[in-house]
Structures are given as C-alpha cells and as structure tokens.
C-alpha cells in the first residue's frame, strides 16, 4: 500500500522545539519533491511550509516559517524531517506531508505540495502553555 505516515508530534510550549518525521512506505521518496503543509484547527485553508527536492536537495521556506524550520531527508530511510525551532502559538495545526512530481518544487517552492500525489494523514502540533 502506498502511503506517507506523519509522525512526531504534540504539545510543546510557546519557543519550544519539535521535530516531524514523514516515512514512506510501497514506494521510494527517491523520486518526488516532498512538502509540508499544515491546517489550523477549525480552518479550510492549507498553508505549505516548505519543500525538498529529490535532484539536488534544494529547500524553499514560506516566509512564516524561515529561519525557525528546517527540512531534510533520508532517502535511505524513505524519511523526510521538518525540525520546528521557536514554535509558537500560531503554529498550532495538523502537520501533513505529500510527496509530489519532482519538478514541482522547481515551479511552486514552498507550495509543492499543491502538486501532491500521495500524501499523509497528518500529525497534530499543539503550541500552548
């Protein structure tokens, strides 16, 4: 079965940290841009985060989130991370993760996700004291 499972997060304070993981399994992450994109509790609106390309590894950051997160993977692993620094309040959401068209990172950056083909079922951050 194809599918991305999210995983990693939580509650965590206001400036606190988390780290996320998206772990694929039935296929390989060789080939796709990976993205993270999130939902407010409540919201229609899906915000992308950020993306990572499968050529070169190149990363693109929503403004909202640079500088305070950071993607990488391990394609060895089939694994993407979205380490999360300086959390706040705001940022409180259901975490998901797509894996997209590899080319897709090229032409939407953070946003790739919207090229999605497979993703997860999500991983809720609470950002609360």
């Known amino acids: 079965q194809v599918q991305l499972v999210e995983s990693g997060g939580g509650l965590v304070q206001p400036g606190g940290s988390l780290t996320l993981s998206c772990a694929a399994s039935?296929?390989?992450?060789?080939?796709?841009?990976i993205g993270w994109f999130r939902q407010a509790p409540g919201k229609e609106h899906e915000e992308g985060l950020s993306c990572i390309s499968s050529r070169d590894g190149s990363t693109y950051y929503a403004d909202s989130v640079k500088g305070r997160f950071t993607i990488s993977r391990d394609n060895a692993k089939d694994t993407v991370y979205l380490q999360m620094n300086s959390l706040k309040p705001e940022d409180t959401a259901v975490y998901y993760c797509?894996?997209?068209?590899?080319?897709?990172?090229?032409?939407?950056?953070?946003?790739?996700?919207?090229?999605?083909?497979?993703w997860g079922r999500g991983t809720l951050v609470t950002v609360s004291s």
């Open positions: 039935g296929f390989s992450l060789d080939e796709y841009a």
């Open positions: 797509a894996a997209a068209p590899w080319s897709s990172a090229v032409i939407a950056g953070w946003d790739c996700y919207r090229y999605r083909e497979v």
